[in-house]
């Protein structure tokens, strides 16, 4: 099955530096990469995802950019703000017919944004 | 509109009894995921209901564990003779698979659970 490693686990920035995270995959099926976002309390949230046919994507401050040849896709945040702090999650995902597939989880990134 | 919800939030029991744990999904969602989050760890998958289908069950920790989708909409999470190392957040999320493949699965807040 799939296995997704991501790092680092903790990170902290100063506010207005940019932040990156990574992850790593090993099904090279794979084909849709989420990344969510977990406020305390909270279930995640989406807040960009990218295909395996495109190598990057941009929305506003938060960008993704996926390597397929090297299996490997990140996350960056840049000018971070306080309101950035929370616990993000990567995931991989692969089709496996008849409708069904399952998002396999990294074990998330604290990120802290200090003021 | 409304999004996934999930009861209780908090749960505490004691070791070896039974708790259920319920979900509802968001209108017209025909996909439905169980996740449990331990603390310091990622989701781990535990069971997927996708329509009149049968549920894919492969993630279930062992057969304490079951969960049941009544009329392809709320859900409820059973687990049997509970165990300290249940304990964790149970996230319930699910999908309008008929939209497309490639998109979002929307979770609950979730139901943290506690064994004594």
């Known amino acids: 099955g799939e296995n997704v490693e991501q790092h680092p686990s903790t990170l902290s920035v100063q506010e207005g530096d940019s932040a990156v995270i990574k992850c790593t995959y090993s099904?090279?099926?794979?084909?849709?990469f989420p990344w969510y976002k977990q406020e305390l309390g909270k279930g995640p949230q989406l807040i960009i995802d990218i295909r395996s046919n495109v190598g990057e994507k941009k929305d506003q401050r938060i960008a993704v950019t996926l390597n397929k040849t090297a299996k490997h896709f990140s996350l960056h945040i840049t000018e971070t703000q306080p309101e950035d702090s929370a616990v993000y999650f990567c995931?991989?995902?692969?089709?496996?017919?008849?409708?069904?597939?399952?998002?396999?989880f990294g074990k998330g990134t604290k990120l802290s944004v200090i003021p | 509109g409304a999004g996934v919800s999930q009861s209780p939030s908090n749960k505490v029991t004691e070791k070896g009894k039974d708790v259920e744990l319920r979900c509802d999904p968001i209108?017209?969602?025909?996909?439905l995921y169980w996740y449990r989050q331990s603390l310091g760890q990622g989701l781990e998958f535990l069971i997927y209901f996708q329509g009149n289908s049968a549920p894919d069950k492969s993630g279930l920790p062992s057969d304490r564990f079951s969960a049941e989708r009544t009329g392809g909409s709320v859900s409820t999470l059973t687990i049997q003779r509970t165990q300290q190392e249940d304990s964790a957040v149970y996230l319930c999320?699910?999908?309008?698979?008929?939209?497309?493949?490639?998109?979002?699965?929307?979770f609950g807040p979730g139901t943290r659970l506690t064994v004594l």
């Open positions: 209108s017209g969602h025909t996909a």
């Open positions: 995931a991989a995902t692969s089709y496996s017919g008849a409708g069904s597939y399952q998002l396999t």
């Open positions: 999320a699910s999908r309008d698979r008929l939209a497309g493949y490639y998109n979002e699965q929307f």
């Open positions: 099904d090279s099926a794979s084909n849709y």
